[in-house]
Protein backbone atom coordinates (compact mmCIF):
# COMPACT_ATOMS: atom_id res chain seq x y z
CA UNK A 1 0.00 0.00 0.00
CA UNK A 2 1.00 3.26 -0.67
CA UNK A 3 1.89 5.77 2.40
CA UNK A 4 2.91 9.33 2.38
CA UNK A 5 4.88 10.88 5.50
CA UNK A 6 5.45 14.38 6.41
CA UNK A 7 7.28 14.89 9.49
CA UNK A 8 6.89 18.57 9.84
CA UNK A 9 3.60 19.55 11.80
CA UNK A 10 4.75 23.20 11.35
CA UNK A 11 7.22 25.26 10.55
CA UNK A 12 7.98 29.19 11.10
CA UNK A 13 10.06 31.07 8.15
CA UNK A 14 10.50 34.85 8.23
CA UNK A 15 9.43 36.33 4.83
CA UNK A 16 11.86 36.48 1.90
CA UNK A 17 13.82 33.27 3.34
CA UNK A 18 13.56 29.65 1.56
CA UNK A 19 11.92 26.90 2.81
CA UNK A 20 12.21 23.36 2.20
CA UNK A 21 8.93 21.25 3.58
CA UNK A 22 9.55 17.24 4.11
CA UNK A 23 7.86 14.23 2.47
CA UNK A 24 8.79 10.82 2.07
CA UNK A 25 6.84 8.31 0.61
CA UNK A 26 6.24 4.51 0.11
CA UNK A 27 5.21 2.55 -2.66
CA UNK A 28 6.13 -1.09 -4.98
CA UNK A 29 4.96 0.84 -7.77
CA UNK A 30 7.51 1.69 -10.28
CA UNK A 31 5.26 4.38 -12.28
CA UNK A 32 3.73 7.07 -9.94
CA UNK A 33 3.21 10.73 -9.37
CA UNK A 34 3.91 12.90 -6.74
CA UNK A 35 1.83 15.80 -6.11
CA UNK A 36 2.38 19.46 -3.47
CA UNK A 37 -0.90 20.81 -2.32
CA UNK A 38 -1.35 24.17 -0.62
CA UNK A 39 -4.64 24.58 1.52
CA UNK A 40 -5.33 28.65 2.62
CA UNK A 41 -7.10 28.94 5.77
CA UNK A 42 -10.32 29.54 3.39
CA UNK A 43 -9.69 25.74 2.44
CA UNK A 44 -9.58 25.32 -0.85
CA UNK A 45 -6.77 22.92 -2.38
CA UNK A 46 -4.84 24.37 -4.86
CA UNK A 47 -2.18 22.70 -6.90
CA UNK A 48 0.97 23.78 -6.78
CA UNK A 49 3.76 20.79 -8.63
CA UNK A 50 3.96 17.27 -9.80
CA UNK A 51 6.49 15.43 -10.47
CA UNK A 52 6.52 11.84 -12.40
CA UNK A 53 8.41 8.74 -10.92
CA UNK A 54 10.56 9.12 -14.55
CA UNK A 55 11.47 12.71 -14.52
CA UNK A 56 15.06 12.89 -14.52
CA UNK A 57 15.09 16.47 -13.57
CA UNK A 58 13.43 18.03 -10.67
CA UNK A 59 9.87 20.03 -11.55
CA UNK A 60 9.80 23.76 -10.82
CA UNK A 61 6.36 26.09 -11.13
CA UNK A 62 7.56 30.02 -10.81
CA UNK A 63 9.15 29.90 -7.01
CA UNK A 64 8.39 26.22 -6.54
CA UNK A 65 10.25 23.17 -6.83
CA UNK A 66 10.69 19.69 -5.98
CA UNK A 67 13.82 17.86 -4.85
CA UNK A 68 13.26 14.20 -5.94
CA UNK A 69 15.52 12.17 -4.59
CA UNK A 70 14.04 8.77 -5.94
CA UNK A 71 16.63 6.63 -3.93
CA UNK A 72 15.33 7.83 -1.01
CA UNK A 73 11.77 8.03 -1.70
CA UNK A 74 11.80 11.47 -1.01
CA UNK A 75 9.87 14.36 -2.85
CA UNK A 76 10.44 18.00 -0.82
CA UNK A 77 9.13 20.82 -2.46
CA UNK A 78 11.45 24.05 -1.79
CA UNK A 79 10.15 27.64 -1.85
CA UNK A 80 12.08 30.45 -2.73
CA UNK A 81 12.06 34.05 -1.48
CA UNK A 82 8.84 32.91 0.79
CA UNK A 83 6.12 35.82 1.21
CA UNK A 84 3.48 36.21 3.91
CA UNK A 85 0.83 34.58 1.08
CA UNK A 86 2.58 31.50 1.40
CA UNK A 87 1.19 31.24 5.04
CA UNK A 88 -1.18 27.72 4.39
CA UNK A 89 -1.17 23.86 5.08
CA UNK A 90 0.90 22.29 2.66
CA UNK A 91 0.04 18.37 1.67
CA UNK A 92 1.97 16.12 -0.06
CA UNK A 93 0.26 13.28 -2.01
CA UNK A 94 0.91 10.50 -4.41
CA UNK A 95 -0.97 9.15 -7.22
CA UNK A 96 -0.86 5.48 -8.74
CA UNK A 97 -0.36 5.81 -12.61
CA UNK A 98 -3.35 2.60 -12.67
CA UNK A 99 -6.52 1.78 -12.63
CA UNK A 100 -8.44 4.97 -10.68
CA UNK A 101 -5.26 6.92 -10.34
CA UNK A 102 -6.31 7.46 -6.67
CA UNK A 103 -4.57 10.02 -4.51
CA UNK A 104 -2.70 9.08 -1.24
CA UNK A 105 -2.20 12.33 1.05
CA UNK A 106 -0.13 12.39 4.05
CA UNK A 107 -0.77 14.72 7.06
CA UNK A 108 0.00 17.88 6.29
CA UNK A 109 3.00 20.68 7.42
CA UNK A 110 1.43 24.29 8.53
CA UNK A 111 3.75 26.80 7.47
CA UNK A 112 4.31 30.28 8.72
CA UNK A 113 5.32 33.36 7.07
CA UNK A 114 6.33 35.80 9.64
CA UNK A 115 7.09 39.55 8.28
CA UNK B 1 -16.24 26.99 -17.17
CA UNK B 2 -17.15 26.18 -13.53
CA UNK B 3 -14.81 23.06 -12.51
CA UNK B 4 -15.87 21.71 -9.97
CA UNK B 5 -18.67 22.73 -7.77
CA UNK B 6 -20.15 21.04 -4.70
CA UNK B 7 -23.90 21.73 -2.90
CA UNK B 8 -24.28 22.66 -0.12
CA UNK B 9 -21.16 24.66 1.19
CA UNK B 10 -22.06 24.08 5.01
CA UNK B 11 -24.55 21.87 6.62
CA UNK B 12 -25.72 21.11 10.25
CA UNK B 13 -27.33 17.66 10.84
CA UNK B 14 -29.21 15.53 13.94
CA UNK B 15 -28.02 12.45 14.52
CA UNK B 16 -29.59 9.75 12.24
CA UNK B 17 -30.58 12.07 9.80
CA UNK B 18 -30.19 11.66 5.88
CA UNK B 19 -28.25 13.78 3.70
CA UNK B 20 -26.87 14.53 -0.27
CA UNK B 21 -24.14 16.15 -1.32
CA UNK B 22 -23.80 17.01 -5.17
CA UNK B 23 -20.54 17.13 -6.64
CA UNK B 24 -20.64 18.63 -10.56
CA UNK B 25 -17.77 18.70 -12.83
CA UNK B 26 -17.86 20.37 -16.34
CA UNK B 27 -14.74 18.77 -17.73
CA UNK B 28 -16.02 15.49 -19.18
CA UNK B 29 -13.98 13.94 -16.66
CA UNK B 30 -13.99 10.25 -16.57
CA UNK B 31 -12.98 10.17 -12.47
CA UNK B 32 -14.43 11.54 -9.98
CA UNK B 33 -13.85 11.29 -6.16
CA UNK B 34 -15.06 11.94 -2.72
CA UNK B 35 -12.57 12.46 0.21
CA UNK B 36 -13.13 13.52 3.59
CA UNK B 37 -10.55 16.02 5.67
CA UNK B 38 -10.98 15.90 9.24
CA UNK B 39 -8.75 18.50 11.35
CA UNK B 40 -5.09 18.65 11.24
CA UNK B 41 -5.15 16.09 8.91
CA UNK B 42 -5.37 15.01 5.34
CA UNK B 43 -8.22 13.60 2.70
CA UNK B 44 -8.92 10.67 3.14
CA UNK B 45 -10.99 8.36 0.01
CA UNK B 46 -14.49 7.46 0.89
CA UNK B 47 -15.32 6.25 -2.64
CA UNK B 48 -14.66 6.95 -6.27
CA UNK B 49 -15.94 6.28 -9.81
CA UNK B 50 -13.95 5.67 -12.72
CA UNK B 51 -17.00 5.93 -15.19
CA UNK B 52 -20.62 6.51 -15.52
CA UNK B 53 -22.09 4.43 -13.62
CA UNK B 54 -19.31 2.66 -11.55
CA UNK B 55 -18.54 3.35 -8.11
CA UNK B 56 -15.85 1.53 -5.78
CA UNK B 57 -15.15 2.25 -2.13
CA UNK B 58 -11.58 4.23 -0.74
CA UNK B 59 -10.15 3.87 2.40
CA UNK B 60 -13.29 4.72 4.74
CA UNK B 61 -16.31 4.05 2.85
CA UNK B 62 -18.68 3.36 5.99
CA UNK B 63 -21.59 4.80 6.69
CA UNK B 64 -21.57 6.20 2.66
CA UNK B 65 -23.05 5.19 -0.14
CA UNK B 66 -22.56 7.41 -4.03
CA UNK B 67 -23.84 6.98 -7.21
CA UNK B 68 -22.83 8.04 -10.54
CA UNK B 69 -25.89 8.38 -12.69
CA UNK B 70 -24.42 10.68 -15.12
CA UNK B 71 -20.91 11.18 -15.82
CA UNK B 72 -20.94 15.12 -14.82
CA UNK B 73 -22.19 14.39 -11.08
CA UNK B 74 -21.10 12.18 -8.35
CA UNK B 75 -23.58 12.28 -5.05
CA UNK B 76 -22.54 10.89 -1.84
CA UNK B 77 -25.38 9.79 0.56
CA UNK B 78 -25.46 9.70 4.52
CA UNK B 79 -28.02 7.63 5.12
CA UNK B 80 -28.19 7.75 9.13
CA UNK B 81 -25.63 10.80 10.22
CA UNK B 82 -23.32 10.12 12.87
CA UNK B 83 -21.19 12.61 15.00
CA UNK B 84 -18.24 11.48 13.41
CA UNK B 85 -19.26 11.80 9.98
CA UNK B 86 -18.40 15.62 10.87
CA UNK B 87 -16.03 16.56 8.78
CA UNK B 88 -15.30 18.74 6.11
CA UNK B 89 -16.22 16.90 2.58
CA UNK B 90 -13.99 17.36 -1.12
CA UNK B 91 -14.95 15.95 -4.15
CA UNK B 92 -12.42 15.86 -7.12
CA UNK B 93 -12.21 14.41 -10.42
CA UNK B 94 -9.33 13.66 -13.00
CA UNK B 95 -8.97 13.22 -16.60
CA UNK B 96 -7.18 9.53 -17.81
CA UNK B 97 -3.78 11.38 -18.16
CA UNK B 98 -1.76 10.69 -15.50
CA UNK B 99 0.50 13.69 -15.42
CA UNK B 100 -2.97 16.10 -14.69
CA UNK B 101 -3.82 16.92 -10.91
CA UNK B 102 -6.75 16.14 -9.65
CA UNK B 103 -9.41 19.00 -9.37
CA UNK B 104 -11.19 19.68 -6.55
CA UNK B 105 -14.47 21.40 -5.51
CA UNK B 106 -14.21 24.15 -2.46
CA UNK B 107 -15.86 21.88 -0.38
CA UNK B 108 -18.71 21.15 2.32
CA UNK B 109 -18.78 21.40 6.00
CA UNK B 110 -20.97 19.02 7.86
CA UNK B 111 -21.29 19.04 11.17
CA UNK B 112 -23.72 15.85 12.95
CA UNK B 113 -24.66 17.07 16.15
Known amino acids: AQKITQTQPGMFVQEKEAVTLDCTYD???????LFWYKQPSSGEMIFLIY??????QNATEGRYSLNFQKARKSANLVISASQLGDSAMYFC????????????FGQGTRLTINP | NAGVTQTPKFRVLKTGQSMTLLCAQD?????MYWYRQDPGMGLRLIHY???????AKGEVPDGYNVSRLKKQNFLLGLESAAPSQTSVYFC????????????FGPGTRLTVL
Open chain 1, 51 to 56: QGSYDE
Open chain 2, 27 to 31: MNHEY
Open chain 1, 27 to 33: TSDQSYG
Open chain 1, 93 to 104: AMRENWGAQKLV
Open chain 2, 49 to 55: SVGEGTT
Open chain 2, 92 to 103: ASSSWTVTDTQY
